[in-house]
Structure formats: C-alpha cells, structure tokens
C-alpha cells in the first residue's frame, strides 16, 4: 500500500487530502496549522478531514522541531505531500519520500510562484490561473512540473471565488498523476523560472488604495481582497472606507459630474467614483467607518454635492 505523510492547509489542503484518502492512499501522519485568530477560516479543516480517517494529526512546526522530522524519517513514507502548508519543508524531509515530495501550488507555474497567489493574480488584472503540482526543491515552487490544470478569472470575480476553482483543479490534477507518481512514471520537466514570477506574503496593510488610481486598478484590489480576506480600503474624508464590492461603469453611458479629478457622487440611487483615470467605479458595498454608506446614506453625510477626494 502506497503511504504518504502529508502537510497541508487552506481549501486546496482539505480537498487533496480527501483525495488521496479516497485513492486508497495509506496517510498515517497529516501535518497543519492552528487557525489563526485574526483571519477567517472560510474552508474545510484539514484537521477535521484528517480526523475522520484515522491518521494522526499534529501542528507542529515541522520546519524545525527535530522529534517530528525523525517522526517521519522512521516512517520511511513512498511521498510527502505539501497541498497549501505555510512553511518550507527542510531537506531532511524532503529526503525521506523515497518516490518524492511534491507541492501543490494555486498557479500556473512558474507564473506566480511564493505566496498568495490566487490574490496576487487578480491584483494583477490576470485572466486565468491554475493549480501546478511539481517536485519540491529547496527552492520554493521551483522543482520539476508534473501537471497543471487552468481556471478562468472573470472581471468581476473575487479570490475566494477562484480559490475555490483552484481547489477543483488541484484535485483534477492530483487525481490524473497518482497513478504515474507510484508507477514512477510522472517525473515532471524543468521550470525556466526565468520566464515566470515570484511574490511574497500579503498583510491587511496592503488593502490599501488611492482614489488617483485607475479604476480598473481599484476593481482588482477590491476583487482579490473582499471578504473574507481583510479587504480593501481608502480615506474619504479623514475616515476609513472599506470597500467590499465594486463595479466598473461604462463612464459613456453613465451621468457623471463635471471634472476629472477623484471625487465620490450619486447618480440613479447608486453610489460612484471617479477615479483618477476619470473612468467610474461604482461602490456596491462599501462602510465608513463602522456604519454602511451608500447612496442615501452618502446624502445624509456630506449633502447632494460631489465630494473631492485627495
């Protein structure tokens, strides 16, 4: 029976797990995270899957506790799975998979190889990603790859709507691989790292946006941030907006007020933007401060007049 050790986390980790329980794959230690306090957990618990199937579970960090890493060496495992886990695995075990350790990664790479990547690509304006399974290295998301399967991105759609594509993805791909990663038949081709992109982690800091912007800019911030990420956000006023929920506007076919420069309106009930291209974004869901503001609400704060925004 083929035994794998497995670390994992996030929606990609629940489901590829289930998907090698279901393979018939023998997982007698899965690896996760304590959820984080400060983030919400809007996917199914590796822990919880992990449970139900009998193996052990732990979280600790297997990057530097030394009794885990002999753990797995003793259990001389055929491979070692990473589907979403947050740390880099040390060599040691890396080196105890005897057919490999392999990485499930929510690009198409070697585009959007590190972290966040699903929200890094909607940042960016992307059209599609992916999910990539490939050999680990010690170099992150940079070994052989075995297989990738693409998503689409609509221009309207936010992360945890394409994450949960990838998801679907990430199990097409480990399912049509298994059989050749035992058979020692899917050894992958290189990467040209040269020819794709790396980013790092994100912070709640970074949903920060200016109304000088391009609209087009602000819609994809707002997109790869929304809830139940941290979410994006400006100044109106001297007072925090969040912006959850945006639409670009056709600015051809839409009443607008004089000028070019950045400045917060109404117009049919709904509460716009012009940003600094001059282009309309409309605020569909959107709080100043701890209260929702739209349309009306937008009157009873600053009255009928377009509000200049800096």
């Known amino acids: 029976m083929t035994q794998a050790v497995v670390f994992a986390y996030s ?5 590829c797990l289930a998907a090698l329980y279901e393979a018939g794959v023998h997982v007698p230690l899965v690896c996760t995270h304590e959820d984080d306090p400060h983030e919400v957990r809007w996917f ?16 600790v960090d297997a990057s530097v506790d030394v009794e885990l890493q002999n753990e797995i060496t003793a259990l001389a495992p055929d491979f070692v799975f990473s589907f979403y886990y947050r740390k880099m695995l040390p060599a040691v075990i890396l080196e105890a998979a005897s057919k490999g350790a392999l990485n499930m990664h929510g690009s198409l790479l070697p585009r959007y190889r590190g972290r966040a990547p699903v929200n890094w690509a909607i940042v960016h304006g992307e059209t599609q990603t992916g999910a990539s399974l490939h050999y680990m290295v010690a170099k992150p998301d940079a070994g052989n790859l075995v297989d990738s399967q693409a998503v689409a991105i609509g221009p309207d759609d936010t992360a945890v709507e394409v994450a949960a594509r990838v998801a679907d993805a990430a199990v097409v ?11 020692g038949t899917a050894l992958g081709t290189p990467m040209d790292l040269s020819a794709g992109s790396y980013f790092g982690g994100r912070r709640p800091a ?8 391009t609209a087009q800019r602000i819609h994809n911030l707002v997109r790869a941030v929304a809830p139940p990420f941290p979410g994006a956000f400006a100044l109106v006023a001297g007072t925090t907006l969040r912006l959850h929920r945006s639409r670009l506007i056709d600015s051809s076919n839409t009443s607008r007020p004089i000028g070019t420069s950045p400045m917060l309106y109404t117009a049919q009930g709904r509460l716009m933007a012009v940003c600094g291209d001059g282009q309309i974004l409309e605020l569909v869901e959107a709080w100043l401060g701890e209260k929702t503001l739209d349309a009306a609400h937008f ?9 200049r925004l800096t």
């Open 173 to 183: 791909v480990l399912s049509r691989n298994l059989d050749g990663l035992i058979a």
């Open 299 to 307: 009157a009873e704060h600053f009255g009928n007049e377009p509000l």
């Open 44 to 59: 199914a618990s590796v822990a919880e899957v992990a449970r139900q199937h009998g193996s052990r579970v732990t979280t």
């Open 11 to 15: 929606q990609v980790g629940a489901r």
């Open 206 to 213: 970074d949903g920060e946006f200016q109304w000088t912007w």
